[in-house]
């Protein structure tokens, strides 16, 4: 079955710092990728999706994200830090064009001053 | 566009209580997805609905059902609740897939958040 396994339940960065959230996925078949956002008390909204075409794949809000199938990652990156993306942050994946998503466990991530 | 919606935003009930949750896609969306999200945990795949049939269903017991309408909104209901129900309850709709082998991005509503006391 596949899955996603995402580093670290909380980060931390400063304001104007890089944004690293890591995912790494488990496939026995190239797979759909995704990275989805939920501020406090509400739904989900998808970041960026990765659909096996380019490896990298840029988002809205300036995130991006780079399918490395080598080390079976996906992890989500930002080069710097705003307040407002302070978030909870999920990896997800599926089988197939309209199949169910599998997610993550999120990332909390934390913007300081 | 208005969308996906999701009524009530709240609900309180008690333990052994019946609840329906119900959820309207965006215009044009056939397909409705349940989530079940638990506090502090990612959301977890319930049901599938596309034309009113049944797609999937993940690991749920018996307690949890679903249908889709003839003007593709759809209800959650859960019966008998237990404590451990209380979470958010998450619909998204997808529009039909593009063309072959391409992927119909799924839109989450608000959500609705259930305790059960």
Redesign the interface.
Same mark, same amino acid.
């Given at each position: 079955a596949q899955s996603v396994t995402q580093l670290g339940s909380h980060v931390s960065v400063s304001e104007g710092a890089l944004v690293l959230l890591r995912c790494n996925y488990s496939s026995s078949v190239p797979p @759909?990728l995704f990275w @989805?956002v939920q501020y406090p008390? %509400? $739904? =989900? %909204? =998808?970041l960026l !999706?990765y &659909?096996s075409a380019a490896t990298l794949v840029k988002g809205i809000n300036g995130f991006e994200a780079e399918f490395k199938k080598s080390e079976t990652s996906f992890h989500l990156t930002k080069p710097s830090a705003h307040m407002s993306d302070a978030a909870e942050y #999920?990896c +997800?994946t599926?089988t197939g &064009? +309209?199949? !169910? =998503? &599998? #997610? $993550? &466990? $999120?990332t909390r991530l934390q913007v300081t001053l | 566009d208005a969308g996906v919606t999701q009524s009530p935003t709240h609900l309180i009930k008690t333990r052994g209580q019946h609840v329906t949750l119900r959820c309207s896609p965006i215009s044009g969306h056939k397909s409705v997805s349940w989530y079940q999200q638990v506090l502090g945990q990612g959301p977890q795949f319930i049901f599938q609905y596309y034309e009113k049939e049944e797609r999937g269903r993940g690991n749920f017991p018996d307690r949890f059902s679903a249908r889709q309408f003839p003007n593709y909104s759809s209800e959650l209901n859960v019966n008998a609740l237990l404590l451990g129900d209380s979470a958010l309850y998450l619909c998204a709709s997808s529009p039909p897939a593009p063309g072959p082998g391409s992927y119909n991005e799924q839109f989450f509503g608000p959500g609705t958040r259930l305790t059960v006391l």
């Open positions: @759909y @989805y008390n %509400q $739904g =989900l %909204q =998808l !999706k &659909t #999920f +997800a599926s &064009t +309209a199949s !169910k =998503l &599998t #997610f $993550g &466990t $999120g | -």
